[in-house]
């Protein structure tokens, strides 16, 4: 089974729309990011969590909200999606511990969401 | 805005032949990783170096780290077609709480 899953992989909705995009780990990572990605711009960071009391806001917040339910779960929401929401949303995690300023990242296999 | 910035953009090679891509940096660092995404997948960790490494080997791939410019190049020896995919090299901008930065990418297509 994969550490890092999330659903939907696919979605097409429509503008104005409520949307809530989800990731859960059985990594047993503290620390949880949201990142879309666009042709030609690379990854840019949504929001991130350290753990289940923090949350942070990344490069490109506006328009998104973040909840942390749990240390295994951090779901995205787009409060009222946009065309310019179009992309492909990753999560990923990280570990806390002796090697955590060593922050390598885990992805999940991705989000693609449409919005038309 | 992006830490990172790879070079080239995209790379074509025959199989067999070495790839090797650049990555700028504008910070400080703890570390530097690359990153591989095969097409509208997931990115995978390949290897790390630590700003006080120079040099690191894993199977084909080798990456290099001079801070002194603040770059980093990885090297793919006797490229396969399976190399074909996007690689990205990301910092943490001399941060240890987690955060990384990715560049852009460098788009590796390897032919048979």
């Known amino acids: 089974d994969a550490d890092v899953t999330q659903t939907p992989r696919n979605r097409i909705t429509k503008t104005g729309k409520r949307i809530m995009l989800e990731c859960s780990q059985t990594?047993?990572?503290?620390?949880m990011y949201w990142y879309r990605q666009d042709p030609g711009l690379g990854l840019r960071l949504i929001y991130y969590?350290?753990?289940?009391?923090?949350?942070n806001k990344g490069e490109i917040s506006d328009g998104y909200s973040v909840s942390r339910q749990a240390q295994a779960k951090f779901s995205l929401s787009l409060e009222s999606a946009i065309p310019n929401q179009t992309a492909l949303y990753f999560c990923?995690?990280?570990?806390?511990?002796?090697?955590?300023?060593?922050?390598?990242?885990?992805f999940g296999p991705g989000t693609r969401l449409t919005v038309l | 805005s992006q830490q990172g910035e790879e070079d080239p953009q995209a790379l074509s090679i025959q199989e067999g032949e070495n790839a090797t891509m650049n990555c700028s940096y504008k910070?400080?660092?703890?570390?530097l990783q690359w990153y591989r995404q095969n097409s509208g997948r997931g990115l995978v960790h390949l290897i790390l170096?630590?700003?006080?490494?120079r040099e690191k080997h894993s199977g084909r791939l080798r990456v290099t780290l001079d801070t002194s410019k603040k770059s980093s190049s990885l090297l793919i020896t006797a490229s396969r077609a399976a190399d074909t995919a996007s690689y990205f090299c990301a910092t943490d901008r001399g941060s240890t709480l987690g955060r990384l930065y990715f560049g852009r990418g460098t788009q590796l297509t390897v032919w048979p």
């Open positions: 990923a995690t990280s570990d806390r511990g002796p090697r955590s300023s060593y922050n390598e990242q885990f």
């Open positions: 910070t400080s660092i703890n570390n």
């Open positions: 990594k047993g990572h503290d620390r």
């Open positions: 969590s350290f753990d289940v009391k923090d949350i």
């Open positions: 170096i630590r700003s006080n490494e």
